[in-house]
């Protein structure tokens, strides 16, 4: 049981695309990433994304591999520049949720969760990429249990 965050998939430029909708290769990324999660064997009850065109594509192209009961639902509170204060008190590790949103919020959610500190980064985030984490029942701490990534290095 646990959270995953994920940044949206690779997007087209605002001067190509004005809602910056994902590029071929945004796809193309998650689509590996939904596929190698599924065979993984990764199982969600819900996936919530920011709304904005690039995470709500990239959170449609994770259910279908992961098929979420509970499927995607836009939630507030996950854009860009979002405080990521509230979530740190409504997340519960063993609703095996997966938030898809932007930079620096998941970055940010991340360093909140793991360190307690928006200042101290903890893990880098690639587009299409999924991290997860599960709480420490010993704190109030999340930890980094793994990361699927695109690309390594």
């Known amino acids: 049981m646990a959270l995953y965050l994920v940044q949206h998939g690779k997007s087209l430029p605002a001067d190509v695309d004005p809602d910056q909708g994902l590029s071929t290769e945004g796809v193309a990324e998650t689509e590996r990433m939904a596929r190698m999660a599924q065979d993984a064997g990764l199982k969600i009850k819900a996936i919530l994304h920011s709304g904005k065109l690039r995470a709500r594509r990239t959170a449609e192209i994770l259910a279908a591999s ?5 499927g995607t639902n836009l939630s507030q509170g996950l854009n860009p520049l979002d405080d990521v204060q509230p979530w740190r008190t409504c997340l519960n590790p063993s609703a095996d949720l997966m938030l898809v949103g932007h930079l620096p919020f998941m970055e940010r959610l991340a360093a909140l969760l793991v360190s307690g500190s928006l200042e101290k980064p903890v893990i880098k ?23 699927l990534v695109p690309k390594l290095g």
Not at 66 to 70: F, R, V
Not at 125 to 132: A, K, P
């Open 66 to 70: 992961l098929a979420p009961p509970e």
């Open 125 to 147: 985030f690639q587009n299409s990429g999924i991290v997860c984490l599960d709480q420490d029942p010993s704190s109030i701490h999340w930890v980094i249990r793994w990361a």
